[in-house]
């Protein structure tokens, strides 16, 4: 079975997405953020009028518009919940807001190992753009100094203590980290990347 987890705004780019993909099942990502529910609630009435006579199940989530580690966190449950399902997941990012269209790229890139593609479709020239999927998981040893910083853990002495690691190395890898984007340059806080990818 095949899974398609798309962001919905009016529906008619899903409508086109759904045709070229073919999904038996669509899971729709909407905000009920300010004002422009009653434009995504017509149109996913209207897909949902579109698809009627096919085998095509549609589903309606919620998640933030502009925070964008929570998008990613609601998309990543959903990823893994259909991923232990055994469906193939595909993801299509045409519609909605530019910061729910990065949580979900975000998404993929954390769970790329149970994601099959991420499209975008150009409405005007109805072509399909296949997205790169690139990883946003860290190697497990700075996987680890992510999840101590998560945890609240801001002294390089304590997470050397915690993982058993020497301080050469501790900051050795909190200088990549930092370098790749998961820790913010001044301090010992972690980024959206880094918030995403210890989820």
Known sequence: MKTLISTVFKGDVVKMATYRLSPDKLILFDSKEYKHTDVSDKGVSELRKAFSGLPVEIERRYTKMYDIVAIASDVISCIDAEHKLGNEVMLHISEGRKTQFIGMLMAAYARKEKVSGVYYLVEETKDVLTLPL??????????????????GN?????????????????????K???????????????TEAGRVSVK
Do not use: H, N
Request: no cysteine.
């Open 176 to 190: 990549e980290l930092r370098a790749d984007g998961y820790i913010k340059k001044e301090d010992l806080e972690l």
């Open 154 to 174: 801001k002294s390089v002495t304590d997470i050397v203590k915690k993982l058993g690691k020497t301080k050469g190395i501790v900051y050795i890898q909190i």
């Open 134 to 151: 690139l990883s946003l998981v860290p190697s497990k040893a700075k996987l680890l100094i992510l999840k101590e910083i998560a945890k």
